[in-house]
């Protein structure tokens, strides 16, 4: 068959696949495109499902509700809309040409008459930078070029709406404009409510709209009619406020800024702007004696004022712009020597994940900042909103530990000093910090949702590891009492695990559970090596013996009676889930489970996989992408490694979902459940922090040979583990099967396409 068929046919597959999609996507076109996502109320995508192009529609908060964010280029007189639906008569669409995006950065190419426009959308992640990391604020660049030879007339320009402040669009707004080397606008509520929410937006805080004063720059607020109507009419803005505050529908105010460039042929340097969404204080936390500290972004140890720190935001951008690429190229490389899926999701995942957490610092008592205090909040976005859930820090740990492990530690901190200034009544861990975003106001009354074996076995996890990759022995010196307090309750309730919830608390309550004794059991020898680090030889003896036999007593009451698998429950037989716990024996080099349970398991999932995944377990179809990744994890071979990730892979890039990255999903239907924007997608960096060798053939033995370890560069952060950190080989076998799968389908194509030619 001639190489021309062989390319036509590639075609039509790449038509069938992403049917509404007509620019080229790299690496595919997501559920939701983040465009400026750095905080829990700084989260702006653009929804996807089969496909939309910048301006097929508005960017959305990640709940969905817009926010109205418009651009324009007015090319030789003709105004094209890029970004937003603005809507206006006499204006025409630019059309999208490319959508390319990695751990940071969003890019459209888009096509405006003689004229290439690219907007690039950058959130900075900064993991060990605590200043920026904690700057709430995203660029977006512009810059054109000439596509037809010939020079051309330009003016760019955009605006936002006041919808970045609110839910309610009835609520009054004011706002005002400042002229300095930066032109800022801000734009809050009349009347705030510190620390509450509203259909999970702050309301309180302002947002800002900045780009740099230079020459041919123009700025106006007002009717979105009138502003927008204006720079259509002229190519300009009349450098003039509107002061007549009112709601946010009324006559929606917004906020523009008008680029002249002049006449343009080679590419333009960047037009930057700057969004952001600042609140301060940014959290309330409990302290001792039933208070309430008011906690700030970490950023006010730095800058004085918001506008300081924007100007500083708007100064860097080149280098955070080299910055954003060595960190997209560390993760791209990493993440690749697991596979090219892989680096993928991991793309996708790290901007939503950082976005749930903020870094805090509280003042001194004589009102300076005390950057000694840094404790960071997260919040549990979709799900319910409760804060520094535990058992949702659990699953994104690999994020934290990967980035900077001293972010783990700061979300750790909080939990701790709250169980340990006594106000917290149970004798297991809390389940979270507080029901509703940003107020960490604690569970004086013990009724927090009850997850006893969860939380205990999360928290000893997550410190031991904490403590292994950092060598800071500090919480597990400070906090030993509690962790031992812990360590009890697991010893009397892990191995025969009461009737409770575990994280997937949408699953229900089950008494037994297998998955729930695995994390139990892993967690009484996370204290036994932490023991062994304090030099509490008795304690991490006993405790390792415990551990040993409560793992040999499991196995007697967890495999199925074929031998073939782990049961959900003790007792029931024909039941089955992920082994997901299991990783956290991997994550901490425990050794708790024995090589045969792990192969057990491989071989198992296999059998039992869907179109897009493992489900959970045998109650539903269903499964959470993050235990898939966690499960691939802990895979034995190169096989069940793929098939997991590919599986999540294959739901992501499907075109069924419209909405930042839900990992709660249909294996069978690949449909998202309700979660979305959470922060459990850290998750899918479980085997950049793990050694995860695998056996590149597809059988169980344990003979055959380990795939060669390739030995991942190690973290940006550089996090001194000393632990050897190998992401392993390709999935050798997989590749291979997917050659396969292609020429199969090539081959039915082409039988097709005779058939159709000679009819
Ligand atoms: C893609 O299709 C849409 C609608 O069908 C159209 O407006 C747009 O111009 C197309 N884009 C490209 C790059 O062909
Ligand atoms: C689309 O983007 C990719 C990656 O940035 C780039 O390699 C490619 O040249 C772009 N295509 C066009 C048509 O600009
Ligand atoms: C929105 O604000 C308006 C005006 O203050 C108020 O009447 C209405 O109840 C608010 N709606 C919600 C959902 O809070
Ligand atoms: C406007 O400017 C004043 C003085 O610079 C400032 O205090 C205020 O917070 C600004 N923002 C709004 C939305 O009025
Ligand atoms: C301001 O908001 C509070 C709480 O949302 C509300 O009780 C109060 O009536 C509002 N005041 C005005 C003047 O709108
Ligand atoms: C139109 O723009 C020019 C500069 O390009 C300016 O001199 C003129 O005043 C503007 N006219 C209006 C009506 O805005
Ligand atoms: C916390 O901040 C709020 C809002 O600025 C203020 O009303 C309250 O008094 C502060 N509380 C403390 C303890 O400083
Ligand atoms: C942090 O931001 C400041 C100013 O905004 C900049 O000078 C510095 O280079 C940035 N640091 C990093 C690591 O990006
Ligand atoms: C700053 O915070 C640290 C950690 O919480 C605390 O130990 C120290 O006392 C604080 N410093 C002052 C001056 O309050
Ligand atoms: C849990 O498993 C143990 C050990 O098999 C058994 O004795 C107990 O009855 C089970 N509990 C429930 C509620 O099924
Ligand atoms: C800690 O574990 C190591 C290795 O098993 C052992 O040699 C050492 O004696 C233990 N130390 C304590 C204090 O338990
Ligand atoms: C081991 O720990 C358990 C649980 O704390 C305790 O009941 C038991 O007495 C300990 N055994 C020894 C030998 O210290």
């Not at 610092?361 to 535990?390: A, P, Q, R």
């Not at 995944?613 to 269903?622: A, E, M």
């Amino acid at each position: 068959m001639s190489l021309l068929v062989v390319v036509a046919i590639f075609s039509l597959l790449h038509v069938a696949v992403n049917a509404a999609v007509n620019w080229t996507a790299m690496p595919f076109n997501p559920p939701s495109v983040p465009l400026a996502v750095r905080s829990p109320y700084l989260n702006t995508w653009l929804a996807q499902g089969t496909g939309a192009q910048l301006n097929d529609g508005w960017p959305t908060f990640w709940t969905g509700a817009i926010v109205g964010w418009a651009g324009y280029v007015k090319v030789d007189g003709t105004t094209y809309t890029f970004l937003g639906v603005p809507g206006n008569s006499g204006t025409q669409k630019a059309v999208q040409k490319n959508l390319t995006w990695t751990s940071t950065e969003s890019t459209f190419l888009m096509t405006a008459g003689g004229i290439d426009l690219t907007a690039n959308f950058l959130s900075p992640v900064n993991p060990t930078h605590l200043v920026n990391q904690s700057l709430p604020f995203s660029y977006l660049a512009v810059s054109v070029a000439s596509n037809d030879g010939n020079s051309h007339s330009v003016q760019v320009y955009s605006d936002i709406s006041a919808e970045w402040i609110t839910s309610n669009d009835s609520l009054v707004a004011n706002w005002n404009t400042t002229t300095g080397d930066v032109l800022i606008h801000e734009v809050q509520l009349a009347n705030e409510s510190v620390f509450a929410e509203l259909s999970d937006r702050a309301q309180y805080g302002s947002a800002y709209y900045s780009t740099l004063n230079a020459n041919g720059v123009t700025y106006q607020t007002g009717e979105d009619t009138t502003v927008r109507g204006q720079f259509i009419a002229n190519g300009t803005l009349l450098n003039t406020q509107d002061t007549e505050f009112r709601a946010v529908s009324d006559r929606w105010p917004v906020f523009g800024f008008a680029h002249d460039l002049g006449t343009v042929k080679d590419a333009t340097g960047p037009i930057l702007f700057s969004v952001g969404h600042v609140r301060d204080p940014a959290v309330e936390y409990i302290v001792a004696g039933n208070a309430l500290q008011n906690r700030s972004l970490y950023f006010w140890s730095q800058y004085p004022t918001v506008d300081a720190a924007i100007t500083d935001f708007m100064a860097d951008y080149d280098n955070a712009l080299s910055v954003a690429k060595a960190f997209d190229s560390q993760v791209q490389s990493d993440a690749s020597k697991v596979s090219s899926s892989y680096a993928d999701i991991v793309a996708l995942s790290i901007r939503q994940a950082l976005a749930t957490v903020e870094l805090t610092i509280s003042k001194d008592g004589d009102g300076s900042w005390n950057t000694s205090d840094v404790m960071m909040f997260l919040k549990e976005i979709s799900s319910d909103g409760d804060v520094n859930t535990v058992d949702v820090i659990s699953p994104a740990w690999p994020l934290f530990l990967y980035t900077n492990p001293a972010l783990g530690k700061y979300l750790l901190l909080p939990l701790f000093e709250y169980q340990a200034s006594g106000q917290y009544p149970n004798q297991w861990s809390v389940h979270d910090l507080g029901a509703h975003y940003p107020q960490a106001t604690g569970h004086n009354d013990g009724k927090d949702e009850a997850m006893p074996v969860e939380e205990c076995g999360n928290m000893l996890i997550m410190t031991l590891s904490y403590t292994q990759a950092t060598g800071d022995q500090s919480l597990i010196k400070t906090y030993y009492n509690l962790l031992d307090q812990w360590t009890q309750f697991l010893i009397a309730d892990s191995l025969i695990p009461a009737d409770q919830l575990s994280t997937d608390n949408f699953a229900g309550s089950l008494a037994n559970q297998t998955n729930l004794a695995v994390k139990g059991i892993i967690g009484i020898k996370a204290m036994s090596s932490i023991a062994n680090m304090t030099g509490d030889a008795s304690r991490a003896s006993n405790y390792s013996s415990i551990a040993s036999s409560y793992a040999q007593q499991f196995l007697q009451l967890a495999t199925s009676s074929s031998g073939h698998h782990l049961t959900l429950a003790y007792g029931n037989d024909s039941s089955w889930g992920l082994a997901y716990n299991l990783y956290a024996d991997k994550l901490l080099n425990t050794q708790v489970f024995s090589e045969s349970l792990y192969q057990m398991q491989d071989s198992w999932y296999s059998n039992v996989a869907n179109t897009y995944g493992v489900p959970l377990d045998t109650r539903h179809t269903y499964t959470e992408s993050n235990w898939e990744i966690w499960t691939a994890a802990t895979a034995t071979t190169s096989h069940t490694r793929a098939l997991l990730i590919d599986a999540v892979h294959a739901y992501a890039s499907s075109g069924l979902s419209s909405v930042p990255f839900g990992d709660w999903y249909d294996t069978v239907s690949g449909k998202t459940q309700a979660f979305q924007a959470r922060p459990e997608v850290g998750g899918h960096l479980a085997l950049l922090v793990v050694n995860a060798s695998v056996s590149a053939s597809a059988s169980s033995s344990s003979s055959s040979v380990a795939s060669q370890a390739t030995g991942a560069s190690g973290s940006p952060a550089a996090s001194s583990t000393g632990a050897s950190r190998s992401g392993s080989a390709r999935a050798l076998s997989w590749d291979g099967r997917l050659v396969l799968a292609h020429a199969v389908l090539l081959m039915l194509v082409t039988v097709g396409l005779g058939w159709v030619i000679a009819v």
